[in-house]
């Protein structure tokens, strides 16, 4: 098994884009409670195509087929120089395989090839696997975020 991360390709970027959407749309109700509707226009306004230079996004194959991706997206402002992990995905017949590890330890090298001193993520509340994932690499949480609809 040869596991790799290329950089996307321009075809294939516009072809994920619409997947990507949706998925931040179902994350948005699945971890926020946000309305199905509100949560695709949020989407649609977050995820709007462009792609600067800061961000970097890459395919997770195995054995030359496409398994998942990962967008990591650097950030040199005020705060440490931190690469962040905008999204990061491997398709549902492949997952729990180890691929999504493979690809967060990539990640870390990437970061550190740029000379950042630091990785970064935003999880859901309610997604155990990925937050089970980020534990077992030594991430920690920094903040909670509570709500309570009324």
Known sequence: ?????????DEEFEAWLPLLREDYAQD???DYGMAADKARARAGVEIDGDRPASHSVFVIEVDGETVGHLWLVERRDDLEPTLSVHDIGVDEPYRGRGY????????EEEARR?????????VGARNDVARKL????????????????I
Do not use: C, D, H, W
């Open 1 to 9: 098994m040869v596991l790799q991360l290329r950089p996307i390709e």
């Open 28 to 30: 948005l109700v699945r």
């Open 100 to 107: 999504g590890k493979a690809a967060m330890v990539f990640a």
């Open 114 to 122: 740029r000379g950042l001193t630091r990785i970064a993520l935003y």
């Open 134 to 149: 980020y534990r077992s690499l030594g991430f920690e949480e920094n903040k909670v975020a509570m709500s309570k609809p």
